[in-house]
Structures are given as structure tokens and as C-alpha cells.
């Protein structure tokens, strides 16, 4: 897990809740000057402050503390329709769309699935 960043929260990379990896409802930065809990999360209808490191209690690392989620992106890949004499199914590689992948597979023996991946 990546350790919050302020910054890349403000351009809108997403951060979570260390403990269950849920994504605040919504959230807000207080600029205010020596502002000891500068970042309010809200969920579940209930109110969590912060300081600008994403920590939940200045004195210890808590399960509450916030973390940068991984990046990902969707992909496209193609599924087997025929198991092999093992029983195994067979997987492509990913393609950025799923044209693209029934454009270079054979239409008639793949089931195609949108996947998310992680990027980094």
C-alpha cells in the first residue's frame, strides 16, 4: 500500500480507508494555517479527520489512517470457449478494447471479459 499523498489526492487520485479499502463519500481540505486535522473524510454518514499525512491519530499508525489506491485500467481478454484435454481454459493476453481483441482472435472460440488491472 502506498502512504497517502496529499497532493495526488488534490489532482484526484483516489485514496482509501486503510482498514476496509473503501473510498471516502466525500471528503474535504482545510487550508487553515497550524490546522492539526486538516482533511475531514465522511463515511457511512460519519465524520473522520485526518492530518495532511492521512493519519487518524497523530501518535500512533492506526487501521483508520488513509492510503493511496493502486492505479488500474480495463482491459479486454479472451476466455477459451473449449476446455484442453486437462481441463484448463486458455487466457489471451489483454487488449485495450474488445474489438480489438475479437479483431485478432478467432470470434467462434473465445468468450471476451472487461477486466480491471492494476498499473503500478
Given at each position: 500500500?502506498?502512504p497517502?499523498d496529499?497532493?495526488?489526492?488534490?489532482?484526484g487520485?483516489k485514496?482509501?480507508?486503510k482498514?476496509d479499502?473503501r473510498e471516502?463519500?466525500e471528503?474535504?481540505?482545510f487550508?487553515t494555517?497550524n490546522?492539526?486535522y486538516?482533511i475531514?473524510?465522511v463515511?457511512d454518514?460519519?465524520?473522520?479527520?485526518?492530518?495532511?499525512e492521512?493519519?487518524?491519530?497523530?501518535t500512533?499508525?492506526?487501521?483508520y489512517?488513509?492510503?493511496?489506491?493502486p492505479k488500474t485500467?480495463?482491459v479486454?481478454i479472451?476466455?477459451s470457449?473449449?476446455?484442453?484435454s486437462n481441463?484448463?481454459?486458455?487466457?489471451?493476453?489483454a487488449?485495450?478494447?474488445k474489438?480489438e481483441?475479437?479483431a485478432?482472435?478467432t470470434?467462434?472460440r473465445?468468450n471476451?471479459?472487461?477486466?480491471e488491472?492494476?498499473?503500478?
Open positions: 500500500m502506498k497517502f496529499l497532493q495526488a489526492a488534490l489532482r487520485e485514496f482509501a480507508r482498514s479499502m471516502p463519500d471528503w474535504h481540505y487550508k494555517p490546522m492539526l486538516g475531514a473524510c463515511f454518514n460519519s465524520i473522520f479527520t485526518y492530518t495532511s492521512g493519519h487518524n491519530n497523530r500512533q499508525e492506526s487501521s489512517d488513509l492510503v493511496m489506491l485500467k480495463k479486454w479472451g476466455i470457449k473449449h476446455q484442453s481441463g484448463h481454459r486458455s487466457a489471451t493476453d487488449y485495450p478494447t474489438e481483441a475479437m485478432d482472435l470470434y467462434d473465445w471476451f471479459i472487461e477486466v488491472i492494476e498499473t503500478e
